[in-house]
């Protein structure tokens, strides 16, 4: 049995590092260890199927500054790494401070966080477009995921659960910019244990004989996820056992759907958003004339552009009600952003200019 749930989780990690041209690329990748079971089997799993896997990963982790322990689980990944004969980077973000200095929750800053940390902290293996970043997430993440966009109010957008592969832009990293050419830094994260479960990430580590650390604060109550994960979801299965199966399922239908509707969205405000310094500017006319599920994606481009990725709703709809006839003039669409209608232009810009 050990040996069967090893075999598995390698063969899923090859595939998904086939699927996403990775396998054979002769490129660097950082492999982000927090020290628990998911990304400690992550880690693991790579090393077994990346050929050349000693010049090729780096481990890449990240204290938060959040708990008094942080410091022994940084200890314990450096020694991690060192028992596989790889680099460790350890890089610190100050989350309670950067969630004060820019409005954000605690999970949401350390979220953001970690990513710009990852994005900016290894310079010397900048080869290829953007830094390729793999992380520990399970298929468990991905379900959880859902049901907290779900329980938001979220649109079909957040509906596609995890991607496997992912660009982060300025504006998905929180970074505000109207700078739509592509010319500020990224990241590129990949998720390889995505069709892995997380029992399976414990049993790897088990038959493995690998050590990782337990975070207490995955148990606190206070925070949304856990109680999804801890309570939500055990009720749901007394409902459908197989509820997990069903959220991949929507998951997987949204993420085609969204793909091909977001390539619509895409060359349609190629063809009406007019763009310059840190402002937008679209035809009430050319607006109105697509479909409104069409308008409501404009809008969360240009948000998104704009480094407001989570636009709710109901900004959406303010905006909207700008352009339309007898419609305020203007609304504030939250996160700095407001629309103005100025003759037959909406004019997206942040409030300070």
């Known amino acids: 049995m050990d040996g069967e749930v090893v075999a598995r989780v390698q063969q899923s990690t090859r595939v998904a590092l086939d699927r996403l041209y990775l396998l054979a690329a002769d490129v660097p990748l950082v492999v982000a260890v927090s020290g628990g079971a998911d990304s400690t089997c992550l880690l693991d799993a790579l090393i077994a199927v990346v050929p050349d896997a000693q010049a090729r990963l780096v481990v890449g982790h990240v204290d938060h500054q959040l708990r008094p322990e942080s410091d022994a689980d940084a200890e314990h990944v450096r020694a991690l790494a060192a028992g596989y004969g790889l680099r460790c980077h350890v890089l610190t973000v100050e989350v309670p401070a950067l969630a004060a200095a820019e409005g954000r929750g605690t999970e949401e800053a350390a979220r953001l966080g970690r990513y710009r940390a990852l994005r900016d902290g290894f310079p010397d293996l900048a080869r290829g477009p953007v830094p390729c970043i793999a992380t520990g997430h399970t298929r468990n993440d991905a379900v959880e995921t859902v049901l907290l966009h779900l329980l938001r109010g979220s649109g079909a957008a957040g509906l596609d659960g995890i991607a496997e592969s992912e660009i982060l832009g300025p504006a998905a990293l929180g970074d505000v910019s109207f700078d739509p050419d592509g010319s500020a830094p990224a990241l590129r994260v990949v998720r390889p244990l995505l069709k892995v479960g997380r029992t399976e990430t414990v049993a790897y580590c088990q038959a493995r004989g690998l050590t990782w650390r ?81 308008q409501r994606r404009i809008v969360c481009r240009i948000a998104a552009d704009a480094g407001y990725t989570d636009i709710s709703f109901d900004a959406v709809e303010r905006a909207l009600a700008v352009s339309r006839t007898g419609g305020p003039p203007r609304a504030e669409l939250g996160g700095g952003l407001t629309v103005t209608r100025s003759g037959d232009d909406l004019l997206f810009a942040p409030l300070t200019l």
């Open 214 to 294: 337990d975070d207490e604060s995955n148990a606190d109550p206070q925070f949304l996820r856990n109680r999804v994960r801890n309570h939500l979801l055990p009720v749901l299965r007394t409902y459908n056992p197989a509820i997990d199966d069903a959220i991949v399922r929507l998951a997987t239908v949204m993420q085609d759907e969204n793909r091909w509707l977001d390539n619509v969205a895409a060359q349609c405000s190629r063809e009406i958003i007019r763009w310059g310094e840190r402002r937008a500017t679209v035809s009430v006319h050319a607006l109105a004339g697509q479909p409104v599920a069409l």
